[in-house]
Structure formats: C-alpha cells, structure tokens
C-alpha cells in the first residue's frame, strides 16, 4: 500500500515563499511520476507541476511557470514543490499523487493512483 503525505503548507504574504513536501511511504517511491495538483474553494482541483520518476522531465501549468519549481530526492523518498512570488491566488489546497506510469507527466487526475491527504496554503495580500 503506497501512502503519501504532504507537509510544508501554511500561511504567507503576497511574495512570501514556501516549499512542499511529499514523503512517501511503501513502495520505493522511484517507480512514480509524481504530481502536484491544489484545489481552492468552490473551484475544481487543478494541476500544478509533475516530474517524471528520475526527475530530468518536469512539467508546470502556465499559472506557476517561473515561480514554482519540482523536484525529487528518491533516496529520501521524497518529492518537493518550492514555491515562491505566491500570490493571493495561490490559495489552496495542495495535494500530492503519484503516477505508476513513472514516465508520463499527465496534467489530469485520472492519470495518478495515488493521493495524499493534502496541505494547506494561504496567500494574503
């Protein structure tokens, strides 16, 4: 049983920054595409950024280019999301999920196995 859990969320300012955690525990987490995907309220859950299991592909939605960045230590089982310029819109909730496709980097949530429980960011202006 793969379990996932995200950590790192919490509460800045406009131009703050932050930095996700999704540590992954049972099976070695290297065979994974891994996702992020953030969900605000009333809206639906969109994707963010993935990176493929040997973290040399990586892919972003436009909203976050520039300012997000993937990454992975699969020593540590580990995948992260730095974030920073956050924005109010930024707001969310931010999930993690994995991909047994470990080469596919699908910005849709069909694609992932996988999800964590989630972490909370909020952005203030």
């Known amino acids: 049983q793969v379990q996932l859990v995200e950590s790192g969320g919490g509460s800045v300012q406009t131009g703050g920054s932050l930095r996700l955690s999704c540590a992954q525990s049972?099976?070695?987490?290297?065979?994974?595409?891994v996702g992020w995907f953030r969900q605000a309220p009333g809206k639906e859950r969109e994707f963010v950024a993935a990176?493929?299991?040997?973290?040399?592909?990586?892919d972003y939605a436009d909203s976050v280019k520039g300012r997000f960045t993937i990454s992975r230590d699969n020593a540590k089982n580990a995948v992260y999301l730095q974030m920073n310029s956050l924005k109010p819109e930024d707001t969310a909730v931010y999930y993690c999920?994995?991909?047994?496709?470990?080469?596919?980097?699908?910005?849709?949530?069909?694609?992932?196995?996988?999800w964590g429980q989630g972490t909370q960011v909020t952005v203030s202006s």
């Open positions: 049972g099976r070695t987490f290297s065979i994974y595409a």
């Open positions: 999920a994995g991909d047994r496709n470990r080469d596919r980097l699908l910005p849709v949530r069909w694609a992932y196995d996988y």
């Open positions: 990176i493929n299991w040997s973290g040399t592909r990586t």
